[in-house]
């Protein structure tokens, strides 16, 4: 026997009239049984002579390794149902809507969350951290919905700590930068408080200073004009030259944001040792007072304040420095081309500074809320490597995509966007066409989730009964009860206006689709036998898709190589392709599963339609 595998190896001795369903072998002609979760903790059994399928123990591990905030949403379902599978009434208004939905469920799908309660009472202590950690699950203690929404914000506040801060235990704190100041002779027409980053795009005041051949294309201003090509419309697009809106560099227009009133801006830079610091905007050639807007600093402190240069220290302030600063857009700011700059108060004794000190300009377009409507479709899946080993037949693959809009007041659309795709039979290198419509909305939204699982399955009716229908009753139980978390989030301190007020308001759309999506990956991993190959949490805030929808804002670059993020499940997600066309953006997604030694791609197709 010759096995090859960069997981665990899991093999199963047992005949065709085994009864024995943690063995994976059961007879289609015997009784159903009771599940119970074994070894492998798989409650729905694994199909005879399909692929070999990781351990339950394989599958939290990877959760752990990666160190997602504890699931508060995860934690709630499983209390939920454990108080009703031991025949509780319900003890809440959260209670009465969750138990009105379990009634509802299949006989099987009762079996199943049976059995999901007994594999989580198995797990080390280790794992069962993974459910909001020291949640109580006595049987006794009903659900409430005020505890839920205060702990849920304090997960969120995890999630937008590590998206934005870049560590999910960092609390929701400012902090200064360190102060990288130095005494300069002469006339100086630079600060040195510097903005190298806007929204994550460089800027002219990037150290080293880069030339205009240097800048990514989404780092310049575009202009796109169409013509006719026979009877096809093409699109000519160049790089915009003076007269800028913005900064110029030699005969090149740097790139100006659009930014809705309402939302955050991302400021990454030097010398914001100050957490009282502000941002002061103003309309552009205009001579009026500047409007002054509280910014949220996080300054960097692990990066070294000096270092030694051919024998001499020197202060280190080029764009190794990550200072950050996190401000929002005002409701009331006028639409228009605005000017702006960082003023950090004067707390370093150089008197030659003056009291505060200024950055150089930089400049964003102030928009209003946008009516746009938008469409998010699927064109292709393309098996570039499907799982090995591939001489145990080809792949099966089943993937659920869940779509939510979320608005202004970040209530949730009630209405179910879920689009769920099977294919069968799939082998590498296969493509298959893929033309189904996976979002749309009728009001205007602030941003949108979207989650993408797949997986390698097992057969038809196992795949219904793990995912299709558990993931159908978890959304569902999530938009019932949004507006209750929503209400009473703020009982934490860090509600959702808190968070949007510090500057976080596209870190909170994004957090809300980790958070769905981490809870997915648990309740998997502790019951199904099927293995995770493909996943994804985009989230977009409606900036984004005016953006990626703007035929002069260049297309992101995509880089085959290179990993964008890898998810809580350890899938590495990369941008293949990407192109525009008039109000359409079109990209690939490759999917990589180093387990599974697979790699599947999802081409993704967003348009504006009004």
Not at 5 to 16: F, P
Not at 55 to 73: A, D, Q, T, Y
């Amino acid at each position: 026997m010759n096995i090859e595998t960069t997981g665990d190896i899991n093999i199963y001795n047992c005949g065709k009239s085994s009864g024995d369903k943690d063995c994976g072998c059961q007879d289609s002609n015997e009784p159903e049984q009771e599940p119970t979760p074994g070894p492998k903790g798989t409650c729905v059994p694994a199909s005879t002579g399909s692929k070999p399928k990781q351990s339950r123990h394989r599958k939290l591990e990877k959760l752990f390794k990666n160190k997602p905030v504890p699931s508060v949403l995860a934690a709630t379902f499983l209390r939920a149902s454990k108080r009703f599978a031991a025949g509780k009434e319900p003890g809440s208004q959260l209670e009465s809507v969750i138990f009105e939905k379990f009634r509802k469920l299949s006989p099987g799908m009762k079996r199943l969350l049976k059995c999901t309660n007994q594999s989580f009472d198995a797990l080390p202590s280790k794992y069962r951290k993974l459910f909001a950690g020291g949640m109580n699950f006595d049987v006794n203690s009903p659900v409430d919905g005020n505890t839920l929404a205060a702990s849920f914000g304090l997960e969120l506040a995890g999630i937008v700590s590590g998206l934005a801060l870049g560590n999910t235990e960092a609390p929701l704190e400012e902090r200064p930068g360190k102060m990288r100041l130095y005494e300069e002779s002469g006339e100086v027409f630079e600060s040195q408080v510097r903005i190298f980053k806007i929204n994550g795009l460089r800027t002219y005041d990037n150290i080293p200073h880069l030339l205009p051949g240097e800048f990514l294309p989404e780092e310049l201003q575009q202009h796109c004009t169409p013509r006719m090509n026979g009877e096809d419309v093409v699109w000519d697009c160049s790089i915009q030259t003076p007269p800028c809106d913005g900064i110029q560099i030699d005969s090149t227009c740097l790139r100006v944001l659009q930014i809705q009133n309402g939302t955050s801006v991302t400021l990454e830079g030097v010398n914001f040792f100050d957490v009282n610091a502000t941002v002061q905007l103003r309309l552009k050639q205009t001579y009026g007072s500047y409007t002054e807007v509280d910014a949220f600093v996080y300054g960097d402190v692990d990066t070294a304040l000096t270092e030694i240069i051919s024998g001499n220290e020197q202060i280190i302030s080029d764009s190794r420095v990550h200072d950050k600063i996190f401000f929002t857009i005002p409701q009331t700011l006028p639409p228009g081309i605005y000017e702006f700059m960082v003023t950090v108060p004067n707390t370093s004794g150089i008197p030659g500074f003056g009291d505060s000190i200024n950055s150089n300009v930089q400049f964003i377009e102030v928009v209003p809320p946008s009516t746009a409507r938008f469409q998010v479709a699927t064109d292709q899946l393309w098996a570039r490597k499907e799982t090995s080993p591939q001489s145990w037949g080809s792949d099966e693959v089943g993937i659920k995509i869940n779509c939510i809009s979320i608005f202004d007041d970040m209530s949730m659309d009630r209405q179910t966007q879920e689009v769920e795709k099977k294919f069968g039979d799939v082998d590498s290198g296969e493509t298959r066409v893929w033309q189904d419509l996976v979002f749309s909305h009728s009001r205007p939204l602030a941003g949108m989730i979207m989650s993408v699982i797949g997986f390698e399955i097992d057969g038809d009716d196992a795949y219904e009964q793990q995912i299709t229908e558990w993931t159908d009753i978890f959304v569902d139980i999530i938009k019932d009860q949004w507006e209750i978390i929503s209400a009473a989030a703020s009982a934490a301190g860090v509600g959702f206006q808190t968070l949007t007020s510090l500057g976080f308001w596209g870190y909170v759309i994004v957090g809300i689709g980790v958070a769905i999506t981490l809870a997915i990956d648990l309740f998997v991993a502790l019951w199904a036998p099927a293995d995770l190959i493909i996943e994804d949490n985009l989230a977009f805030s409606v900036n984004d898709l005016v953006r990626l929808t703007n035929i002069n804002v260049p297309a992101p670059v995509a880089d085959s190589d290179k990993t964008l993020y890898t998810t809580p499940g350890d899938i590495q997600v990369r941008l293949m392709m990407a192109g525009k066309t008039a109000n359409q953006y079109t990209e690939e997604r490759g999917y990589i599963s180093e387990d599974e030694d697979s790699w599947y791609n999802i081409t993704f197709r967003y348009t504006r339609t009004a």
